[in-house]
């Protein structure tokens, strides 16, 4: 595909459940991220992946977040047993590499998630 | 203090008239950044990116930077009302050149 993209678009699901979010960068991206937004707030880093390895997990918020990428490629974001508060837009970026201009995040068009 | 700040507005402006956005940000070390737009339900999208001390301009568009200030700024010249959306600028970090750090955002709005 010409962009990143993200699967579900929306989802809402009830407190306690498990949900798993899709992002599918950009062909030969080795770098991806996800961030989470909230109604008009900024954006919140999550993790970062270079391949298959996060280097950077530090913006997980809680030991309920986990991510995983394969195949240097598609990667799932899990959030177990959600909470009310996880209710916000997570997005999907990638970028080709390191560098200068190489970083550069090009985002998908998000997973909408409201936990009842 | 925020890693990167800047001042969530809204900035109001006219059409026709020059858009100044202004960032700041903490990491001496910085080396790249980045001005982002996203409109209302929608994704960030990439305007520019710029490395080197001055000015780069592209179109409508003048990113400067000051790196002795930690300070980089937009510029919208000629601004018209779809340019009213949210700007987002972002910064590397040194001891993680591939992590960005977004800031909160400007909500701009041209009005007619």
């Known amino acids: 595909g010409a962009g990143v993209s993200q699967s579900p678009s929306n989802k809402v699901t009830e407190k306690g459940k498990d949900v798993e979010l899709r992002c599918d960068p950009i062909s030969g991206h080795t770098a991806l991220y996800w961030y989470r937004q909230s109604l008009g707030q900024g954006l919140e880093f999550l993790i970062y992946?270079?391949?298959?390895?996060?280097?950077?997990k530090s913006g997980l918020p809680s030991d309920r977040f986990s991510a995983e990428r394969t195949g240097g490629s598609v990667s799932t974001l899990t959030i177990q047993r959600t909470q009310q508060e996880d209710s916000a837009v997570y997005l999907c970026a990638s970028s080709l590499a390191e560098g200068a201009g190489l970083e550069t995040q090009y985002f998908g068009p998000g997973t909408r998630l409201l936990v009842l | 203090q925020k890693e990167v700040e800047q001042n969530s507005g809204p900035l109001s402006v006219p059409e026709g008239a020059i858009a100044s956005l202004n960032c700041t940000y903490s990491?001496?070390?910085?080396?790249?950044f980045f001005w982002y737009r996203q409109y209302s339900g929608k994704s960030p999208e990439l305007i520019m990116f710029i490395y080197s001390n001055g000015d780069k301009e592209d179109g409508r568009f003048t990113a400067q930077l000051n790196k002795a200030s930690q300070y980089v700024s937009l510029l919208i010249r000629d601004s018209q009302p779809s340019d009213s959306a949210t700007y987002l600028c972002?910064?590397?970090?040194?001891?993680?050149?591939?992590?960005?750090?977004f800031g909160s955002g400007t909500r701009l709005s041209i009005r007619p």
């Open positions: 990491d001496r070390g910085s080396q790249s």
């Open positions: 992946f270079q391949g298959n390895s996060a280097p950077d």
């Open positions: 972002a910064v590397n970090g040194y001891s993680s050149a591939s992590k960005i750090i």
